[in-house]
Each structure stands twice: as structure tokens, then as C-alpha cells.
């Protein structure tokens, strides 16, 4: 009898903790968990919000993989006032940039020529929704929905970008506008001052355009590709030809 009652208890108890194991993540043995409402930066112990994230914004955490939210992620970030001075500074030299844009890229490998480098710190933070900011992501970030801000850059981003500065992601779906937009393959289209893309499949729509591969259209006055494509522009420079007007 007494050791019928012990196996019971002993099944119990074994099957409650499991449950446990189950509905609880761990990082680094700390509890993790979702929650409605959130300030950023968000804690280790979260991992998910399904509703707002609202605060400072998100940075560097070493201590958690990743974190989702699904809903409405608004900051207030120092980062703006630095941001509208690069932006100010980037349009009082814009030709000298576009000349040494130029001379950097002949240093380059030819397959390295427009692409641009993913940052990769810990948490990754996938936002599902809309961001309104007023500067930019400090870590890892991929993002499905509407972002307004300053400026940011993500590793994905499908949806509409609507900032001051730009946009710049590696991969993106969808469309941007600001003064600098940049991606390493762009399916939509973008409208800034200098849009820059490494594999374009849609469209660039500004001052300056560069692209390593063409597959869709540029439109402004000064357009480069590295590779054949339309462009429509009072200049327009590709792999084979230089013409006014119209390239192809």
C-alpha cells in the first residue's frame, strides 16, 4: 500500500514538472515569458509581447537569443540629434561622397560593390506590426509591418519604411523613402536622395541611383549600374554604354 502511494506520488509530481519544463523557456536558467505590455529596453526575462513595447529603445543583450514583438513598438531614442547632423552633413557634400563612393568601390572586389554588411548582435528582434521612432534599432532587428522614424536598418524588412535619414536593410520587400536608402537585394521600390541596392528588382526613384545588378528600373539624374538594366536619367552609366536620357 505504502508503495502504491509513493509511485502515485511520485508520477504526480514528475508530470506537474514537466508541464513546468514545457511552458516555461529558459536562457542561461533564467524564466522567460510573454506579457501584453513592455518597456524597452526589454528584460531578459521577457521574450515575447504580444501589444506594446514602449521606452528607450532596444539594445545589446547578451544574455537573451532573441525577442519577437507583435503589435506596436514606439521609442524615444537619442540617437536623432547625431542622425539629422549626418543627414545635414550628407547633403552639403553629397557630390564629394557620390566621388569617393566611386573611388571606394574600385577598391572593392567587383562582386563586393554595393553590399552592405549586416549587423549581428544579440537580442534578434523581430517586430511584427509598427514601429514609431524617433531614431533607429541598436541590435539585430528584422521587421514585417510599418516603420516611421528617424532612420534604421534592419536584416529583413517587408512592408512600407517612411523615414528622414533612410532605410537600410539586407534584405527588403516592399517600399522606402528617405534621403539614403541601401539593401543588398531590393523587391519594390525606394525614394531618397542616393538609393543603393546590390540586386534590384524594382525601382529607384531619386538624385543618385547605384546598383551592382540591375533587374528592374532607375530613375533620376545621375543613374549607375554595374551590370545592363533601364535607366532613365539626365545621365546614366552601365556596363556597356554611358547615354542621356535613356540606357538600357
Known sequence: MKTSILVFLFLTFGFIHAQDVIQIHTVDSVKTHSQIFSLSPISKKVDQVNGLVFGLGHINNKNIEH????GINIEVNPAPAAGALYAFMSLVYLPEIIKNNKKNNLAKEPNEVC?????????????NGLNLSSGCFFTTTSMNG??????????DFNGLSVTVLGTIAGHQNGFSIGVYNANNDLIGSTIGVYNQSYELKGLHLGVFNQVQINKGLQIGIFNKSNSRGFQLGLWNVNNKRSMPFLNW
Not at 525577442?67 to 507583435?70: A, E, K, L, R, S
Not at 552592405?116 to 523581430?126: E, F, G, R
Not at 516611421?148 to 536598418?153: L, P
Open 115 to 127: 553590399k552592405i554588411k549586416n549587423m549581428s548582435y544579440a537580442p534578434y528582434l523581430k517586430l
Open 67 to 70: 525577442q519577437t514583438i507583435n
Open 146 to 155: 510599418l516603420n516611421i522614424s528617424a532612420g534604421n536598418k534592419f536584416n
